[in-house]
T-cell receptor, first 114, second 114 residues
Framework: ETGVTQSPTHLIKTRGQQVTLRCSSQ?????VSWYQQALGQGPQFIFQ???????GRGNFPPRFSGLQFPNYSSELNVNALELDDSALYLC?????????????FGDGTRLSIL | GENVEQHPSTLSVQEGDSAVIKCTYS??????FPWYKQELGKGPQLIID?????GEKKDQRIAVTLNKTAKHFSLHITETQPEDSAVYFC?????????????FGKGITLSVRP
């Protein structure tokens, strides 16, 4: 069974740029959730995709957007990067939509904004 | 929305002792409560979860208890080992629906002294 994989592991960008982060879900899972984890904090929910449709969104601006593909892999796109976007971005996959299904995380992408 | 708090923020125990980590949640409708362990440079790892129709769940040295009346749940680790040292996050989720998402606490750093 293949676990959740994320790429790239690290990324450095400058303010105003755009970034795309990628996530491959665990085999058999049809749902991907994205989280932002600032240093010393718990993960904060960005949004969830279930069978290629957005299913719930946290308190993040529209410049955070996403996609889910037919194979259930997913992308997180962030436009007009700001310094405060520096964080660890985590994706988690699960079987079934919502927050009350066991979610399994990847090791994240560390994004640094200069 | 849901608010999850963890206390204390750090905990140090002697190897072989037990550790107890407590969390409180605000929304009485929440029905799913997972615990995650995060090691340095890794994503959160699901270690145990409990649903609101159960009061206690055990898995080897780990147990979770839930008190729905008081709206708190606790992680119990017995016979602690140095490899238990990590950051532990609790989370809560509402049932499947528009607002169903995982809300995390800020985490507690557990140190097990050899």
């Amino acid at each position: 069974e293949t676990g959740v994989t994320q790429s790239p592991t690290h990324l450095i960008k400058t303010r105003g740029q755009q970034v795309t982060l990628r996530c491959s879900s665990q085999s058999g899972h049809n749902t991907v959730s994205w989280y932002q984890q600032a240093l010393g904090q718990g993960p904060q929910f960005i949004f969830q995709y279930y069978r290629e449709e957005e299913n719930g969104r946290g308190n993040f601006p529209p410049r955070f957007s996403g996609l889910q593909f037919p194979n259930y892999s997913s992308e997180l796109n962030v436009n007009a990067l700001e310094l405060d976007d520096s964080a660890l971005y985590l994706c988690a996959s699960s079987l079934g939509k919502g927050g009350n299904q066991p979610q399994h995380f990847g090791d994240g992408t560390r994004l640094s904004i200069l | 929305g849901e608010n999850v708090e963890q206390h204390p923020s750090t905990l140090s125990v002697q190897e072989g002792d037990s550790a107890v980590i407590k969390c409180t949640y605000s929304d009485s409708a929440s029905n799913y409560f997972p615990w995650y362990k995060q090691e340095l440079g890794k994503g959160p790892q699901l270690i145990i979860d409990i649903r609101s129709n159960v009061g206690e769940k055990k898995d080897q040295r780990i147990a979770v208890t839930l008190n729905k009346t008081a709206k708190h749940f606790s992680l119990h680790i017995t016979e602690t080992q140095p490899e238990d040292s990590a950051v532990y996050f609790c989370a809560a989720s509402l049932p499947t629906g528009a607002n169903s998402k995982l809300t995390f606490g800020k985490g507690i750093t557990l140190s097990v002294r050899p």
